[in-house]
């Protein structure tokens, strides 16, 4: 028994990702470090990264310089982004030789990193696990010839060496499932769905909460101004409740490059009364904000996983969301309303739809109560931990 103990004390976990997503890996693993102070955890992250705070509390952020085969050309930004991640570690097998953990933890499939990950973890008998965000391969043809290769090269040898493959959406659970299907029917067990917990002591509701006090519907809305998140659909959506009479009051919460393009078309719209710029607002703020508006919507493309959307339902905000958000939080007509990604008249239309504060009150309730008993960020980082060990 004292060995076994004295093994567990040493158990090094260590999760691979490239930069620190603070509120989604670094709350996990801060959650599962308090919890368990007997494992030694530590995130590698890449050294253009150092000086962006990891928000490591219970846990050591390490670096490592990585390097991309197509730096500087458009297959960056977009492929690095969107389709497949060419970055990848350098001196990656010597630093997990260094390190020696019992386990290895990767994000991304479609990356290089996982497969260094991989096959280190085969060389030094660790643990192998897989949370990856992808929800499908990609439509455009040349793409699929990239991630087509990849699985040949990689896929069937990596989730078949996975201990475990921890999604973090439902649909990338579907998808990993058939792609393990496909090598095995057996190997589909491994695929559990893993979501991003939220931390009930910072995003809870407010007792006998009231909506629609100012007498205008007050919407929030959290997104960078990027193409993907598609505040344009958003804008027409309320040019087409302006010409109604529908009084509400949006709030946008972000910043990015596209930002002064959909304000100046809010301007040539002529409704420049409906929107305020809310620009970056401390984390620590943002129950305050959630709570402050009537609403939530998300109108993105496409969207992984959208954090806003579980931290806004646990403070008792209803949400609407476009069919490109994951629905891994929501159950839709009952804690929220889905509208047709790119779809403007959808989308004003479910605005109009839960427009009455009895819907808000009954919404808002069920978000809250769903939230708290499926997503807590204390029980799933013992899950977790149940993962790691068993």
Not at 77 to 82: I, P, Q, R, W
Not at 97 to 118: C, D, M, T
Not at 366 to 372: C, N, P, T
């Amino acid at each position: 028994m004292e060995s076994g103990a004295r093994n567990k004390e040493k158990r090094k976990i260590c999760f691979i990702s490239f930069w620190p997503v603070k509120y989604i890996y670094s709350k996990l693993f801060n959650a599962l470090g308090q919890a368990h102070p007997e494992l030694q955890l530590s995130m590698l992250l890449s050294e253009d990264c150092k000086g962006v705070d990891a928000g490591a509390m219970f846990f050591q952020p390490l670096y490592l310089r990585t390097t991309y085969p197509f730096k500087g050309t458009p297959f960056q930004g977009y492929l690095g982004a969107k389709v497949f991640n060419f970055s990848y570690y350098l001196g990656f097998e010597s630093f997990i030789k260094e390190n020696s953990p019992n386990v290895i933890i990767s994000v991304l499939y479609y990356s290089l990193v996982p497969a260094q990950a991989y096959r280190s973890a085969s060389r030094n008998k660790a643990d192998f696990i897989l949370m990856p965000e992808e929800k499908g391969p990609p439509s455009f043809l040349p793409f699929q010839l990239i991630t087509g290769a990849f699985d040949s090269l990689f896929g069937v040898k990596m989730l078949s060496r996975c201990k475990r493959v921890l999604p973090w959406t439902v649909e990338a659970v579907n998808y990993f499932s058939q792609k393990l299907y496909l090598y095995g029917e057996s190997l589909k067990e491994k695929v559990r769905l893993f979501p991003a917990g939220i931390d009930l002591k910072q995003f809870y509701p407010l007792p006998r909460r009231k909506f629609r006090i100012s007498g205008r519907l007050k919407i929030l809305v959290v997104a960078n101004f990027h193409p993907f998140k598609d505040h344009a659909t958003l804008v027409e959506a309320v040019k087409i409740l302006k010409s109604r009479n529908y009084p509400c009051e949006i709030s946008l919460l972000g910043n990015g490059p596209l930002k002064e393009t959909v304000f100046s078309k809010i301007k040539d719209f002529g409704l420049e009364n409906y929107f305020r710029d809310l620009g970056r607002v401390p984390y620590s703020r943002m129950r305050d904000l959630y709570i402050e508006h009537d609403l939530l919507i998300l109108p993105s493309k496409k969207e992984p996983i959208g954090m806003c959307v579980p931290e806004a339902m646990a403070c008792g905000t209803p949400v609407i969301v476009s069919t490109g958000v994951t629905r891994t939080y929501i159950k839709e007509g009952e804690n929220a309303l889905v509208f047709r990604a790119q779809d403007p008249q959808d989308l004003a239309e479910k605005i109009m739809l839960i427009d009455d504060h009895r819907v808000l009150e009954n919404f808002g309730e069920k978000g809250a109560k769903h939230i708290r008993l499926n997503f807590d960020l204390k029980k799933l980082s013992e899950d977790f931990y149940n993962y790691l060990l068993n």
